[in-house]
């Protein structure tokens, strides 16, 4: 339950960051390309963001239930649920981390900014 709790906050955030058609807003490009990598991994579908416009982005929003049972039943059929389990909660503990290392990322470049910005007093 974590997982799809942790896969849909992701979604969510998607959302927030791209318009209605995908189209990914100014300076927010890093952060999509690595939500839209960890939900087409997890999710098991090709989801690419090129040019700034995520392609089948309607599929994170939603999409069809009935495409994403089929999709989950063929997946399942090859694997056992702990190893099903196993998987995601391994993924979802690198996403965890890798969202960690951004957000640390940008809080860096900001302080760094700022510091670029105070140290100029000309």
């Known amino acids: 339950m974590i997982e799809l709790n942790s896969l849909q906050s992701l979604s969510n955030e998607l959302s ?3 318009d209605s058609n995908g189209k990914v807003k100014d ?3 890093d952060r ?4 839209t990598s960890q ?7 090709e989801i690419n963001l090129t040019n700034g416009q ?6 994170t929003a939603g999409g069809d239930p009935e495409d994403d049972s089929a999709e989950e039943d063929r997946g399942c059929s090859y694997f056992s649920g702990s190893e099903i389990k196993e998987a995601v909660n391994n993924q979802m503990q690198v996403a965890q ?3 960690e290392a ?4 940008k809080k860096a470049e900001n302080t ?3 510091k670029c910005k105070t140290g100029r007093s000309d």
């Open 16 to 18: 927030t960051i791209v």
């Open 97 to 99: 981390e890798a969202s």
């Open 32 to 35: 999509a390309a690595f939500i």
């Open 54 to 59: 995520i392609q089948n982005y309607q599929k």
């Open 39 to 45: 939900l087409s991994s997890a999710l098991g579908i």
């Open 102 to 105: 951004y957000t640390a990322k």
């Open 112 to 114: 760094v900014k700022k």
């Open 27 to 29: 300076g927010e490009a």
